[in-house]
């Protein structure tokens, strides 16, 4: 549940790339809690449209899309159909990723390609792709990077890779684009509960506990806590913010230089 007041956004459109589960569907679903529109982007048809059926049960404010964000004609074309079916994009998330775990020696050429074309080079074309068709001044650019950007991991070279590669995009786009109004953030969240990332990352009981145990909060984040920060990114009370990468982790990244998992 959100601690914002209601409306924020009301007249906005969000675009949400990675929106049809997990916690980029938390931020999809809290966008329209406040009164935006809101397209969701996946690659799986089925599972776009109902998360756009669970954001919008009656259909007139959210759409899903099916879209492979390494495809950037498609992504483009993604952007396109939200625009006229909504109008000016105001807000756009790219939190598509893929994960698996496995040590470099296991990865094949295409494992470490897979993991940058979709978090990397996806994140690249959704901005690229976004700017023909957001309302500018006034846009807020949001990529959902992860700890790993910033501290190694064992069994994670392909995510650290890609993640710290959007961690530096965001910066280097925030330098091009402030001019014309347009602010780009990233958000890292630390675990949280309930999602596939997690379900790959500790996947027993016993190696999720001990993660819970070195998290100086105590327990896993919540969907919603990401959504609310989101929401404040894409907020009047966030104009002056850009170029930065917030972390919503419990303290997660103060943990050591390794950050190791599990
Ligand atoms: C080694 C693996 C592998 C594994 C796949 N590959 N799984 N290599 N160990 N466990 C290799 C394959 O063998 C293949 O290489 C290459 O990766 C591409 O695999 P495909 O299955 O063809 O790819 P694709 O269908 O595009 O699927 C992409 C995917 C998949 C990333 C592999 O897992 C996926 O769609 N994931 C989306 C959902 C997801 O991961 N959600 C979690 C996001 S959380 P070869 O050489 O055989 O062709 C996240 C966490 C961040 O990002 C941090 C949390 C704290
Ligand atoms: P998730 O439920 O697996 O969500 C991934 C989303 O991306 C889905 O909508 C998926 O839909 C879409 N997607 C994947 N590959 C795609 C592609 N090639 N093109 C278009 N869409 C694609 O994952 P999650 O655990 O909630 O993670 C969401 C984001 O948060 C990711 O960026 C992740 O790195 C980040 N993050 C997660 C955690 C965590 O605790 N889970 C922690 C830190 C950061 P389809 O499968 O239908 O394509």
Not at 119 to 130: I, K, M
Not at 197 to 204: D, E, N
Request: glycine share 14%.
């Amino acid at each position: 549940m959100t601690t914002f007041a209601a409306g924020q956004l009301k007249g906005k459109v969000a675009f949400v790339a990675g929106g049809t589960s997990g916690i980029n569907l938390g931020i999809a679903k809290g966008f329209a809690a406040q009164g935006a529109k809101v397209a969701v982007l996946g690659r799986n048809p089925e599972k776009a449209a109902s998360a756009a059926a669970l954001i919008d049960p009656a259909g007139a404010n959210a759409i899903g899309i099916a879209a492979d964000v390494r495809d950037f004609a498609a992504v483009d074309a993604a952007f396109k159909q939200t625009v006229e079916r909504f109008g000016p994009i105001d807000i756009v998330i790219s939190g598509a990723a893929g994960n698996f775990v496995a040590p470099a020696l296991s990865i094949s050429s295409n494992g470490f390609k897979t993991v940058v074309d979709i978090d990397l080079v996806g994140t690249f074309h959704v901005f690229r792709a976004c700017y023909a068709y957001l309302q500018r001044p006034g846009a807020s650019l949001i990529a959902i990077t992860a700890g790993q950007a910033t501290h190694p991991h064992r069994g994670q070279a392909h995510v650290c890779a890609a993640k710290a590669g959007i961690n530096m995009l965001v910066k280097c786009l925030a330098m091009e684009w402030g001019a014309d109004g347009v602010r780009v953030n990233g958000i890292s969240p630390g675990p949280i509960d309930g999602t596939e990332g997690m379900a790959r990352l500790t996947p027993t009981p016993e190696k999720t506990a001990a993660l819970i145990a070195k998290i100086p909060l105590g327990r896993y984040g919540r969907i919603p806590e990401i959504a609310d920060m989101a929401l404040f990114l894409s907020s009047e009370s966030a104009g002056y913010i850009t170029g930065t990468i917030l972390d919503c982790d419990g303290g997660g990244q103060l943990l050591s230089t390794s950050g190791e998992l599990g």
